[in-house]
Nanobody, 124 residues
Framework: QVQLVESGGGSVQAGGSLRLSCLVS????????MAWFRQAPGKEREGVAY????????YYADSVKGRFTISQDEAKNTVYLQMNSLKPEDTAMYYC?????????????????WGQGTQVTVSS
């Protein structure tokens, strides 16, 4: 049984930083694309950062490029999202997700496994 558990969300002021963590268990596929998505109230879910197996490739949405960094520690089965220079528009529920296959970013429908989400709130 695959489980993804996020942690690290919270409330910060604009300009602050947070680091999200996603602990992955039960994932036995040899290849995967890990991703962080976010969804604000009334808005569609948005993919913000992606990392391929072994961390060889990363990809960022334009809205977070230069401010967010995705990384992973495969020994700890954990994916991180370091978020710096946070803005009020970064306020959302953040989800960790996993997709198999060779493409990274993967199509949204390929993300079979999702965490429960962690709330990030940025005040001005």
């Amino acid at each position: 049984q695959v489980q993804l558990v996020e942690s690290g969300g919270g409330s910060v002021q604009a300009g602050g930083s947070l680091r999200l963590s996603c602990l992955v268990s039960g994932y036995t596929y040899s290849r995967k694309c890990m991703a962080w998505f976010r969804q604000a109230p009334g808005k569609e879910r948005e993919g913000v950062a992606y990392i391929s197996t072994g961390g060889t490739r990363t990809y960022y949405a334009d809205s977070v490029k230069g401010r967010f960094t995705i990384s992973q520690d495969e020994a700890k089965n954990t994916v991180y999202l370091q978020m710096n220079s946070l803005k009020p528009e970064d306020t959302a529920m953040y989800y960790c997700a996993a997709a198999g296959g060779v493409f990274c970013p993967a199509p949204l429908n390929d993300y079979r496994y999702w965490g429960q989400g962690t709330q990030v709130t940025v005040s001005s």
